[in-house]
Every structure is written in structure tokens, then in C-alpha cells.
């Protein structure tokens, strides 16, 4: 029997992953707004129903894209578990991120900017999503820049919140840019310049 559930487990997660692999693939070409749910899930070759089940709702699905996405970057970045993760390590992903999503992944990042504006406003169905994943990235990079000035590999006195906050701006705002005008701006070019003037204004 526990073979049995292993299999309809499975079934169940590979089902899943289509209808988010569809909902990718149907955002990225007519938009959130523009794309039903019978939609999403004939392209996945399942029921509305079963597309509900899984996710609750169509905002549940809009969710598990994103999710998705950030799964996929994760992936990307390659380091050991048991790595410590330094600031040239997550300054190197950055780039080498910037370089995949200007090849690969213009669609994502466009829907990715695009759920944001919308959900600017408290009450707004995704709101609390962003704002969470925002202060989480801030976390990370905040926590990087504080252990980077007590090992010394950073100058001291400077204030790892700010530095957090300004570089989460610059990669969204970069991204903004490139998405609006990708044959003047280099993404990849862009970032690379960026954090090596970072990591020389942070040289102890």
C-alpha cells in the first residue's frame, strides 16, 4: 500500500507542476488578467476543478508561479548546503543570475514586475507575498553585509540594513530597466559593474 501512495503522490506533484508550467507559459503570453483558469488547466490537461483543488484558487496559482521562479534561482545558485556563504559568493549570483534571466527568463521577470505593481497596496490579493519575500532578501543580504564586517572582510562602520536595502533596489530597479529597453541596457553588464564598485566601496 505504501507504494500505492507513493505513486498517487507522485502523480500528484507531477499534475501540479504542469498546471504551473502552463499557467507560465499562458501568463507570460497574455498576461494574468487575460488568462482564465479553464485556460491554465486545458493546457495542462486537467479540469478546472483539479487546477482549483490543488491551488484554491486562481491567486493560489499566481502564488505557486512565483514560487516557482524563486525555486528556479535557487537551484541556479549551485553552493553547497554546508557552505558559508560569503559576500563575493552572493555578489557572483547576482551576476551570473543577471545573465540567465537576460537569455532565458524575460517572460518570468516581466510577470514578476508586473504582480508587483499591482500589489503595491495593502489588502491587495499578493501584497503580503512581496513584502514578505522582499524583507526575507533583505534579511539575507543584511545578515551578509553585518558577518562580512565582523570577519574584516568589509570596512567596519558601516550599516548592513542600508546596504541590504540598496542593493535589493538596484536589482529591481535594473531589472525595470532592462525589461523596458533591453536593447540599451546590458543587464548582465549592468550588474557586473555595480557590485565590483560595491565590493570596492566595502574593501576594509
Not at 172 to 183: K, N, Q, S, T, V
Request: charged residues 25%; proline residues 3%; neutral net charge.
Amino acid at each position: 500500500m505504501a507504494g500505492v501512495k507513493g505513486q498517487v503522490q507522485q502523480r500528484g506533484v507531477e499534475r501540479r507542476r504542469a498546471m504551473v508550467d502552463a499557467a507560465i507559459e499562458l501568463f507570460a503570453r497574455q498576461g494574468v488578467r487575460g488568462t482564465g483558469v479553464a485556460a491554465i488547466a486545458e493546457r495542462a490537461g486537467a479540469t478546472p476543478s483539479a487546477l482549483i483543488h490543488h491551488f484554491g484558487s486562481k491567486d493560489g496559482l499566481v502564488r505557486a508561479v512565483l514560487e516557482e521562479a524563486d525555486r528556479r534561482a535557487l537551484e541556479r545558485l549551485s553552493v553547497p548546503r554546508d557552505a558559508e556563504p560569503t559576500l563575493a559568493r552572493a555578489f557572483d549570483w547576482f551576476v551570473r543570475d543577471a545573465e540567465h534571466t537576460a537569455t532565458a527568463e524575460r517572460q518570468l521577470t516581466a510577470l514578476h514586475m508586473t504582480l508587483t505593481a499591482e500589489n503595491l497596496e495593502p489588502g491587495a490579493a499578493l501584497h503580503t507575498w512581496f513584502r514578505d519575500r522582499g524583507r526575507a532578501l533583505r534579511g539575507h543580504l543584511s545578515a551578509l553585509f553585518a558577518r562580512a564586517v565582523a570577519d574584516g572582510s568589509a570596512r567596519a562602520g558601516l550599516d548592513p540594513q542600508i546596504l541590504a536595502a540598496e542593493t535589493a533596489a538596484f536589482v529591481e530597479g535594473a531589472h525595470l530597466l532592462w525589461l523596458l529597453d533591453p536593447e540599451r541596457v546590458d543587464l548582465a553588464a549592468v550588474h557586473r559593474s555595480y557590485f565590483e564598485g560595491l565590493s570596492a566601496r566595502l574593501h576594509p
